[in-house]
């Protein structure tokens, strides 16, 4: 049904082009991008800056609110994640004008000149005021819209500034008035021509709207360039270039518009600059390896079902628990395990581990969307930790848990013994279970939760909490909150903590679902990095390298895991990739539009020499050494590296020439099972050892009792572990829990030796043909590795230059200052000498210098019309050092006190090379301590005319 402009202006957004009339079309069509091309464009960084604002508050900004420009900006972020897009996202209050045009300074750094791509979306509000276009970001109002609006011409000046090859703008803003306050077309979006090197795409025609639906759950145009860059918009080819993903816009939303009667077409203004590339066709497999559902499916386009190759019943979690913080003493026993070992900071807690806290002391643990928080006296075990689920048991103590997101399909739960508390909102909860285990306080300070047992089901809102009492039939009394305790004030302040690295500078650059990311900013500095984007260099001192201060444990089911001392030693060594730059190690996290997927350390191995790794580079491909399928392995590396289109199978780990082999590090295999210290343990071997070692892609080492466990913890029945009757109570369950908590499996040597390069033999024809077709797309991205690091090679020699000559240049200016330090070194001697002669002669009782002119005979060969200057001007540049000349007439104290030119005896002749002296005096006010100052030029000084 058509609703009023005004009506649907307060409801839908807007985007960019498609021909409406014969002036918006280009003149010509730009030839389609060559493969050639394409790999030119891909092989360099690109970068998308997004940004989208929905929460306009009409009564203030005079603007109206918008539903859907948050998952527009999400979901094509994501997109462009899988096609190797560096995305920064910038969503409602993070959306100012202020903060996009850091966004685009702090990317421009990183950009190699007329290389890669820069993409800029917005979805929100815009309008005209005056001869400008102005989108509306965040905190701007119709009066402030001149002051605090971006104009577009801006825009545009911003990504010529990149310098990048390929620039595009997609503005996804209704075209009308939005205020519906002023006449009709007096603050319509007009068109604005793209310069060249430029394409810009709005979502609809001048004065028209932009809608919104419901059932798609996005914007109309938002939702068709997001179903284009999924593969709908792709060519023959495979590729989606500008040209073909606004044929599709086109083509669907016309479409759209017939069955809806709510016609909205894109438009674009200006001249074509040519065809620029945008993405590639991405395979079902590695969308579902992104972790991405299905977009809803409109009646003309119905969803692709997204089926991976294998199964991934078998495959490890992607996220993990971290031990953030430990006070006092805290002792861990992992799954299966029954000995009790000392929780270390940042070591990774799984299904089955449990932890308990003394009576003096605290723990954290930081989830992907919550910390959970436990106060002395305290015992939880993880009950499963997925994907889709966290379940924690308290048998005794306090746990405080702030949840900041919980998604669709997702469940928080906290098994007590008395009932099953689902956290559905986010909030701050605390759950007390008393020490004898017969009741159970839950306090909701915000969010809401539920309680379950049996026919027991109640539900706690904001400010609400319930004392659940018994152990069979339990009864349910609804209490008020009481007063802050110490526990209540100490979460408090983590609480603080959290919010202020909320809006971190690393926030920008990381998925909000990393783990750790929130220690980056008080240990380390983001700057940009020429074809590569941001880069995080940790503060450390000099020889510090990635992966050696801290040490080896061996976790089920992802077997050797690294855990590092350093207090933000979790994110950097789980996630993105390392790199050597200009003599500092930097870190790159990957995009920030996707849910990372966890991985146990980003290593490769060497065998040959002890227990040897390194750090995986930018962009190398991380193999896992456990069992994993094929769907895991494209996610854990897509997520964290941005590497598109991996198979992985039967990677040839042996064949990759890795840019950080050179800093591998190397322990006994004594020290390496036993979770000692790494920085303590390393041995140095051989230069010509180091080169014979094989690179492999798990450590073949069977795991020992003190691999899993770590150090022992103290002894005591109350000190490292609680107490026996605690731990066998039993809990109520409202999800479903695993079938079983198995002790990790200590792999046999056998087993570990076994290789995964076998491949099962053809059934079919059908089977063969997909052999061959896997068969080739591994050699392809073998042979795109090597590109790809000969590229990273040739950089790091480039920078390598850079630096020797930078390192030359300083030498060059250390050598000279020196020369000038010797030279002032020297004039300051003779001036000493000057001076102590003068002293001298005063001791003597000479008579102080007084000012005088002196009149020099001309001599006999001076021509007698030749004039004889008789004295000299004072100079303009001042000596330091007193320099003291005399006259062929002088007194005798004169001549005691100043250096004589001597003269021959009356009456011989002097030598035939003797040449005309000239004598000038520089006549100064008579002072005690400044003698007169004469200059005799040397006689190699030519005549003066």
């Not at 000493?832 to 005979?857: F, H, I, L, Y």
């Not at 001042?878 to 005691?896: L, M, N, V």
């Given at each position: 049904?058509?609703?009023?402009?005004?009506?649907?202006?307060?409801?839908?957004?807007?985007?960019?082009?498609?021909?409406?009339?014969?002036?918006?079309?280009?003149?010509?069509?730009?030839?389609?991008?060559?493969?050639?091309?394409?790999?030119?464009?891909?092989?360099?960084?690109?970068?998308?800056?997004?940004?989208?604002?929905?929460?306009?508050?009409?009564?203030?900004?005079?603007?109206?609110?918008?539903?859907?420009?948050?998952?527009?900006?999400?979901?094509?972020?994501?997109?462009?994640?899988?096609?190797?897009?560096?995305?920064?996202?910038?969503?409602?209050?993070?959306?100012?004008?202020?903060?996009?045009?850091?966004?685009?300074?702090?990317?421009?750094?990183?950009?190699?000149?007329?290389?890669?791509?820069?993409?800029?979306?917005?979805?929100?509000?815009?309008?005209?005021?005056?001869?400008?276009?102005?989108?509306?970001?965040?905190?701007?109002?119709?009066?402030?819209?001149?002051?605090?609006?971006?104009?577009?011409?801006?825009?545009?000046?911003?990504?010529?500034?990149?310098?990048?090859?390929?620039?595009?703008?997609?503005?996804?803003?209704?075209?009308?008035?939005?205020?519906?306050?002023?006449?009709?077309?007096?603050?319509?979006?007009?068109?604005?021509?793209?310069?060249?090197?430029?394409?810009?795409?709005?979502?609809?025609?001048?004065?028209?709207?932009?809608?919104?639906?419901?059932?798609?759950?996005?914007?109309?145009?938002?939702?068709?360039?997001?179903?284009?860059?999924?593969?709908?918009?792709?060519?023959?080819?495979?590729?989606?270039?500008?040209?073909?993903?606004?044929?599709?816009?086109?083509?669907?939303?016309?479409?759209?518009?017939?069955?809806?009667?709510?016609?909205?077409?894109?438009?674009?203004?200006?001249?074509?600059?040519?065809?620029?590339?945008?993405?590639?066709?991405?395979?079902?497999?590695?969308?579902?390896?992104?972790?991405?559902?299905?977009?809803?499916?409109?009646?003309?386009?119905?969803?692709?079902?997204?089926?991976?190759?294998?199964?991934?019943?078998?495959?490890?979690?992607?996220?993990?628990?971290?031990?953030?913080?430990?006070?006092?003493?805290?002792?861990?026993?992992?799954?299966?395990?029954?000995?009790?070992?000392?929780?270390?900071?940042?070591?990774?807690?799984?299904?089955?581990?449990?932890?308990?806290?003394?009576?003096?002391?605290?723990?954290?643990?930081?989830?992907?969307?919550?910390?959970?928080?436990?106060?002395?006296?305290?015992?939880?075990?993880?009950?499963?930790?997925?994907?889709?689920?966290?379940?924690?048991?308290?048998?005794?103590?306090?746990?405080?848990?702030?949840?900041?997101?919980?998604?669709?399909?997702?469940?928080?739960?906290?098994?007590?013994?008395?009932?099953?508390?689902?956290?559905?909102?986010?909030?701050?909860?605390?759950?007390?279970?008393?020490?004898?285990?017969?009741?159970?306080?839950?306090?909701?300070?915000?969010?809401?939760?539920?309680?379950?047992?049996?026919?027991?089901?109640?539900?706690?809102?904001?400010?609400?909490?319930?004392?659940?009492?018994?152990?069979?039939?339990?009864?349910?009394?609804?209490?008020?909150?009481?007063?802050?305790?110490?526990?209540?004030?100490?979460?408090?302040?983590?609480?603080?903590?959290?919010?202020?690295?909320?809006?971190?500078?690393?926030?920008?650059?990381?998925?909000?679902?990393?783990?750790?990311?929130?220690?980056?900013?008080?240990?380390?500095?983001?700057?940009?990095?020429?074809?590569?984007?941001?880069?995080?260099?940790?503060?450390?001192?000099t020889g510090w390298a990635p992966y050696r201060d801290g040490h080896w444990v061996y976790i089920a089911p992802w077997g050797w895991t690294w855990v590092d001392d350093s207090p933000w030693g979790f994110a950097p060594f789980h996630y993105g990739r390392w790199s050597m730059m200009g003599g500092r190690w930097g870190w790159f996290p990957g995009g920030a539009g996707i849910r990372p997927a966890y991985a146990p350390a980003l290593v490769a191995w060497t065998v040959g020499v002890g227990v040897g790794w390194f750090p995986l580079g930018p962009r190398e491909v991380y193999y896992p050494g456990y069992r994993t399928s094929h769907v895991y392995r494209n996610r854990v590396n897509v997520t964290n590296v941005n590497v598109t289109n991996i198979n992985v199978t039967n990677v040839n780990v042996t064949n990759v020439n890795y840019v950080n082999r050179s800093n591998t590090t190397i322990v006994t295999r004594d020290a390496f099972v036993n979770a000692r210290?790494?920085?303590?343990?390393?041995?140095?071997?051989?230069?010509?050892?180091?080169?014979?070692?094989?690179?492999?892609?798990?450590?073949?080492?069977?795991?020992?009792?003190?691999?899993?466990?770590?150090?022992?913890?103290?002894?005591?029945?109350?000190?490292?572990?609680?107490?026996?009757?605690?731990?066998?109570?039993?809990?109520?369950?409202?999800?479903?829990?695993?079938?079983?908590?198995?002790?990790?499996?200590?792999?046999?040597?056998?087993?570990?030796?076994?290789?995964?390069?076998?491949?099962?033999?053809?059934?079919?024809?059908?089977?063969?043909?997909?052999?061959?077709?896997?068969?080739?797309?591994?050699?392809?991205?073998?042979?795109?590795?090597?590109?790809?690091?000969?590229?990273?090679?040739?950089?790091?020699?480039?920078?390598?230059?850079?630096?020797?000559?930078?390192?030359?240049?300083?030498?060059?200016?250390?050598?000279?200052?020196?020369?000038?330090?010797?030279?002032?070194?020297?004039?300051?001697?003779?001036?000493?000498?000057?001076?102590?002669?003068?002293?001298?002669?005063?001791?003597?009782?000479?008579?102080?210098?007084?000012?005088?002119?002196?009149?020099?005979?001309?001599?006999?060969?001076?021509?007698?019309?030749?004039?004889?200057?008789?004295?000299?001007?004072?100079?303009?540049?001042?000596?330091?050092?007193?320099?003291?000349?005399?006259?062929?007439?002088?007194?005798?104290?004169?001549?005691?006190?100043?250096?004589?030119?001597?003269?021959?005896?009356?009456?011989?002749?002097?030598?035939?090379?003797?040449?005309?002296?000239?004598?000038?005096?520089?006549?100064?006010?008579?002072?005690?301590?400044?003698?007169?100052?004469?200059?005799?030029?040397?006689?190699?000084?030519?005549?003066?005319?």
């Amino acid at each position: 049904m058509l609703k009023s402009a005004i009506l649907a202006a307060s409801l839908l957004l807007g985007m960019m082009c498609s021909p409406q009339s014969a002036s918006a079309q280009p003149s010509a069509r730009a030839k389609r991008i060559t493969p050639e091309q394409a790999e030119s464009v891909e092989k360099h960084l690109k970068i998308a800056v997004l940004v989208g604002i929905g929460d306009y508050e009409r009564s203030v900004s005079g603007l109206n609110k918008l539903n859907y420009p948050t998952a527009d900006v999400v979901e094509l972020g994501k997109q462009l994640q899988l096609q190797d897009y560096d995305v920064r996202l910038l969503l409602d209050r993070q959306a100012t004008s202020a903060n996009i045009r850091d966004a685009f300074r702090e990317l421009t750094e990183a950009v190699e000149p007329n290389q890669g791509s820069f993409l800029f979306f917005f979805s929100g509000h815009g309008f005209r005021t005056g001869e400008e276009n102005y989108l509306a970001t965040y905190g701007t109002t119709v009066e402030s819209i001149a002051q605090q609006g971006l104009p577009l011409s801006e825009i545009q000046k911003m990504l010529a500034a990149t310098g990048a090859r390929q620039r595009m703008a997609f503005i996804d803003a209704c075209r009308n008035d939005p205020t519906a306050k002023s006449a009709p077309a007096a603050r319509q979006f007009s068109d604005y021509k793209a310069s060249e090197g430029l394409r810009i795409l709005y979502s609809t025609a001048p004065g028209k709207v932009s809608y919104e639906d419901d059932e798609l759950q996005h914007s109309v145009f938002s939702y068709y360039l997001i179903r284009g860059l999924r593969g709908d918009a792709a060519g023959a080819d495979g590729l989606i270039t500008f040209d073909d993903l606004q044929s599709y816009a086109t083509t669907q939303m016309r479409k759209y518009g017939v069955r809806t009667q709510r016609m909205q077409l894109p438009f674009q203004s200006g001249e074509s600059s040519g065809d620029f590339l945008l993405a590639r066709s991405v395979a079902p497999e590695v969308q579902a390896a992104s972790g991405e559902q299905p977009m809803p499916a409109s009646a003309e386009a119905p969803t692709q079902q997204l089926k991976g190759p294998e199964s991934t019943d078998g495959d490890p979690s992607s996220r993990v628990a971290r031990l953030n913080f430990v006070d006092g003493q805290v002792s861990l026993q992992p799954a299966g395990e029954q000995d009790w070992g000392e929780a270390s900071l940042n070591r990774p807690i799984a299904t089955g581990d449990t932890l308990w806290v003394d009576s003096i002391g605290h723990a954290e643990l930081q989830l992907d969307n919550a910390v959970i928080r436990l106060a002395p006296q305290t015992g939880a075990s993880i009950i499963q930790l997925n994907d889709q689920v966290a379940q924690l048991r308290l048998s005794q103590g306090t746990l405080n848990v702030r949840v900041r997101r919980v998604e669709a399909n997702e469940t928080i739960e906290i098994d007590t013994p008395q009932v099953a508390v689902s956290l559905i909102q986010p909030g701050d909860y605390r759950i007390q279970v008393s020490e004898d285990g017969m009741n159970t306080v839950v306090l909701v300070r915000e969010g809401a939760a539920e309680a379950s047992n049996g026919p027991l089901n109640f539900r706690m809102n904001y400010k609400q909490g319930a004392r659940i009492t018994g152990t069979g039939s339990v009864t349910h009394q609804m209490i008020s909150l009481p007063g802050a305790d110490a526990f209540d004030r100490w979460t408090a302040l983590r609480d603080r903590r959290e919010s202020k690295a909320a809006a971190s500078k690393s926030a920008r650059y990381v998925s909000p679902y990393m783990v750790g990311y929130e220690d980056l900013d008080d240990h380390g500095t983001w700057q940009p990095v020429r074809g590569h984007g941001m880069a995080w260099f940790p503060s450390v001192s000099t020889g510090w390298a990635p992966y050696r201060d801290g040490h080896w444990v061996y976790i089920a089911p992802w077997g050797w895991t690294w855990v590092d001392d350093s207090p933000w030693g979790f994110a950097p060594f789980h996630y993105g990739r390392w790199s050597m730059m200009g003599g500092r190690w930097g870190w790159f996290p990957g995009g920030a539009g996707i849910r990372p997927a966890y991985a146990p350390a980003l290593v490769a191995w060497t065998v040959g020499v002890g227990v040897g790794w390194f750090p995986l580079g930018p962009r190398e491909v991380y193999y896992p050494g456990y069992r994993t399928s094929h769907v895991y392995r494209n996610r854990v590396n897509v997520t964290n590296v941005n590497v598109t289109n991996i198979n992985v199978t039967n990677v040839n780990v042996t064949n990759v020439n890795y840019v950080n082999r050179s800093n591998t590090t190397i322990v006994t295999r004594d020290a390496f099972v036993n979770a000692r210290p790494v920085r303590q343990s390393i041995v140095r071997p051989a230069p010509s050892d180091l080169v014979q070692a094989r690179v492999a892609h798990l450590a073949n080492v069977q795991p020992e009792r003190r691999s899993v466990v770590g150090q022992p913890a103290s002894a005591g029945s109350r000190r490292g572990q609680p107490a026996a009757a605690a731990w066998s109570r039993p809990v109520v369950t409202r999800s479903a829990t695993p079938r079983t908590v198995r002790q990790p499996e200590l792999p046999q040597p056998a087993q570990i030796a076994t290789a995964r390069t076998t491949t099962a033999k053809p059934n079919s024809k059908e089977e063969a043909r997909r052999l061959q077709q896997q068969q080739k797309q591994e050699q392809e991205m073998q042979k795109r590795l090597r590109k790809e690091q000969e590229t990273q090679a040739r950089r790091q020699r480039d920078l390598d230059k850079v630096k020797q000559r930078s390192e030359q240049d300083v030498r060059k200016r250390e050598a000279a200052q020196l020369q000038q330090q010797e030279r002032q070194r020297k004039r300051e001697k003779e001036q000493q000498a000057r001076v102590q002669n003068a002293n001298s002669s005063r001791s003597r009782g000479d008579e102080p210098m007084r000012p005088r002119t002196t009149r020099t005979a001309q001599p006999s060969n001076q021509p007698a019309n030749q004039p004889f200057p008789t004295t000299r001007p004072t100079p303009t540049v001042r000596r330091t050092e007193p320099r003291t000349t005399t006259t062929p007439s002088s007194t005798s104290q004169e001549s005691r006190r100043t250096r004589t030119v001597q003269q021959p005896p009356a009456g011989q002749t002097p030598p035939a090379r003797t040449v005309p002296q000239r004598t000038t005096t520089t006549t100064r006010p008579a002072t005690e301590d400044t003698p007169t100052r004469t200059r005799t030029p040397k006689k190699t000084d030519p005549p003066k005319q």
